[in-house]
Every structure is written in C-alpha cells, then in structure tokens.
C-alpha cells in the first residue's frame, strides 16, 4: 500500500503508527475505566462490550474482505480461530507475566472481580469453547449457523447491559453528564489503535518484502498477528495501569465477539456450506487454550508460571502449523 513512498517513508510511517498505538490505547483504557465508574458496570463488562468489540474491528473487516473480495469464507474462519489462539496464549500470556514481575517470584496474585463479571468471562470462554467443537462434530457451517452464532451475540449484548452495580449519584453527578462523551471518546481511542495497527503491519510488510521476506510468511505471520495488534496494545496498557479485570474483558470479550458476531456475519454473506475438517487442528487448539484460561482463572489466584504456560503453548501451536511449510 506504501510503495510509493518507499523504504525511508515506510520505516517513518511505522515509527510514527507505533507511536499513535501507545497513544490511543492510553486513551482508550482512561476513558474506558471512566465509563466503568460513572455507569456502574465493571472493568470486566466494559472490555467486554466496548473495547472488546472495538478491538474486533479488524477481525470484521479481514473476514468481510474475505467473503465478498475473494470469495474465501476459510480465510475468516482461520482468522477468527487464530486470533483466538493469540488473544488467550499470547496476550494473555504476556498479561499474567506483567503483572507477575510486579510481584516477588513466587507471590501469587489475584482476581478481584464481582460475581456477575466472572460469570460473564466463563460464559464467554465457555461459547468461545463449544462453537468450534460443535461444528468440528456437525462437520460443516452454513447461513443457519451464522444466523444462530448472530442471534446468541444479540442476546448476549442485551443480557449484559443489565448487569451493574449501584451508584452514588450524587458523588458522581457532574461526571454523569459527561458520560456519552467518555463512550465517545474509548471508542473513537479503540478505532485509533486499529488505524495505527493497520498502518503497522502494512509499513511493516513493505519493509520485510524490501528484505526478501516470501509473501506467505508476511501474510501468515504479519498480518495474522496484526489483526489481534488492537487487543495486545490495550490489555498490556491495561496491565500497567492496573487493570487486569479490564485486559481480561478485553481479551475475553473479543474472542467471543469473534466467535459469534464475526463468524455469524462471515457464515452469513457466504452461500457456500463449509467443511469444518479443514480446521480440526485450529479448533482443537483454541479449545485446549480455553479451557487452561478456565482452570486458571478457576482457581482465583495467578503467578507467572500460568503466563509463562499460556505463551508455551502459543509457541507449540506456531511450531505445529508451520511444521509443514516448505519455503
């Protein structure tokens, strides 16, 4: 995209695009713990809805191109299962890991979040979980799944927004009234991230294509990890900010919006019915990821040796899928 302004510009460009990504994160996260605190609902929830959907933007807009530019609905579905992969091994990985190096070696340290918002992750887990294995066991996917993925996103989003703890309206009456604005505001920082991140992997696809790099690795590994860039940039700003329950919404939330929305609208605008065995390996993965994050969080405190897991496996799934490349 960036070839006319060649190497110099493209290393500017990617200085410059990394240094918006630190910028509307911290946005993002600021605002977003504003909206937490004037309208009640928790860190976890808001991840969850409005930075976790945000952050999902460009998981939409690969998978979209995807289905209606090419014609290829297995490029959404691989891109929504290995973006879940990332989101949970990787970032997540690299979330308990942050928080643990603030601690001593062997401190534990733990989740304090309200009932309903550690239902709301284990549900998201949960879906993010059975989805995929029901369509490895059905065998394929079609219009009708998408139609039920969307309906159980629909009514999920509406089951969340009545879900919140109470308020002093009194203590928090002039912020009150700025309440659209800090909505405005999380999200115009989350559309800011998934800009600069776009910039990003483009400036630096150009600048590994300069250098010889074949074009299926940068479009298997660049742009792959591009696209969960948005979710690594704010949950790692949340970490440092002290907000491990907004990164575990973000994280969490966005996994299940690509699961279900994201899916949902890919499996919609395709007319093909999709065979599911293609993409046994990527799903029994996710499944497997999902299900340590379960027993995690299961267990209510957290050290780095859970961080250090989670990034293990991330590092065994890069090794199985690209056990039989050949350059």
């Known amino acids: ?25 911290d946005f993002t996260i600021n605002n977003s713990v504003k909206v937490s605190d004037i309208t009640g609902f928790g860190k976890t929830t808001v991840g969850f809805v409005l930075v976790g959907f945000s952050t999902s933007l460009p998981e939409l807009s690969v998978s979209i191109f995807a289905v209606f530019g090419q ?167 949340s970490v440092r900010k002290g907000h491990l329950d907004l990164a575990l919404g973000i994280i969490i939330g966005s996994c299940f919006i690509n699961i279900t929305c994201i899916l949902g609208v890919a499996l919609l605008a395709s007319p093909f019915t999709i065979n599911m065995a293609a993409f046994s390996n990527l799903a029994m993965f996710s499944l497997i990821t999902n299900l340590f994050l379960w027993y995690f969080l299961s267990s209510e405190k957290l050290t780095w040796r859970e961080g250090t897991l989670l990034l293990v496996l991330y590092a065994a799934f890069l090794i199985i899928s690209f056990g039989g490349y050949k350059p």
């Open 71 to 237: 014609g290829s609905i297995g490029v959404a579905i691989g891109n929504v299962l290995g973006s879940n992969i990332a989101n949970i091994a990787l970032i997540l990985g690299v979330c308990f890991l942050l928080v643990a190096l603030k601690r001593s070696r062997n401190e534990s340290f733990y989740l304090t979040m309200a009932k309903e918002e550690i239902g709301s992750l284990y549900f998201g887990l949960f879906i993010a979980s059975i989805i995929p294995l029901a369509l490895l066991y059905i065998g394929y996917a079609s219009q009708f799944i998408g139609v039920i993925l969307l309906t159980i996103f629909v009514v999920y989003m509406l089951q969340l927004s009545r879900v919140k703890r109470f308020r002093d309206e009194g203590a928090l009456g002039a912020e009150r009234r700025r309440l659209y604005d800090y909505v405005l505001f999380a999200f115009i920082g989350a559309v800011g991230v998934v800009a600069s991140s776009f910039f990003i992997v483009e400036s630096v696809s150009f600048i590994a294509a300069s250098m010889g790099v074949p074009a299926v690795v940068i479009g298997a590994t660049l742009v792959a990890f591009g696209t969960s860039l948005p979710e690594l940039a704010t949950s790692i700003n």
């Open 1 to 25: 995209m960036f070839e006319e302004v060649g190497l110099i510009g493209n290393v500017i460009i990617l200085i410059a695009s990394l240094i918006v990504l630190n910028k509307a994160s």
